[in-house]
């Protein structure tokens, strides 16, 4: 997460480091559906905070997105890992991962509904500098992010993990808001070089900030410390890379 924390001070988006971290489960809604999220933060932090939206991977709400909210409340932020699939939904098996992530990469106005539903949560939150916000995705949540910043949400920087960058609505010359940064790996199947190629032109064309980053030999979900076993249980393309992980 080093080149991320490093964009969102840019954006001047920096915030103090912490060590006590408090988190709390949060229900919240769109549309009817029921969200469950989990909000990281110091407790005892003084003044409004900038804040980060983290969309979890094809699994779901799980542990890691969790982690991954909490380490960001350990420096300062407050994080909300968002739930994208209703009901805190996980998947235990790749076809339904599969499944649960389509019906939400499909239906784009439903994912936004639920993504500005995360979004409120955070700028309702007294402890939030609501003008300071940005967003980062593992995965599946890479994209939706992406997507997000494509659909021109109101966030200073976007950060995509392994996260797909092919779109059927490609950014638009004067649309996207944010600054938006991606880390891929060169060893991943699901992300061709010729698709970081054609990602690299679209934002080009709308005259985006962004920068794409890859890693030479990190395959899929390289930040994942359980990418091995899902790939070995699952006969996936994944693999850990503890140096890649390190260094985006």
Known sequence: MKRFLVSLALLCLSATAIAAVEGVEVTYSANGTTLKGWLAYEGHAMGKRPAVLVVHEWWGHNAYARKRANMLAEMGY?????DMYGDGKQAMHPDDAGKFSGEVAKNRPMAKARFEAAMKVLRDDPRVDGSKLAAIGYCFGGSVVLNMAREGEPLRGVA???????????????????????????????IPAAQVHAFEQELKAAGVDYK???????MHSFTNPDADAYGKKFNLPLAYDAAADKDS
């Open 78 to 82: 407050v994080a909300l890992a968002v």
């Open 160 to 190: 995509s993990f392994h996260g797909g960058l092919a779109t059927d609505t490609p950014a638009q010359k004067g649309k996207v808001k944010a600054k938006i940064r991606s880390f891929t790996g060169a060893e991943d199947k699901m």
């Open 212 to 218: 794409t980053v890859v890693y030479p030999g990190a």
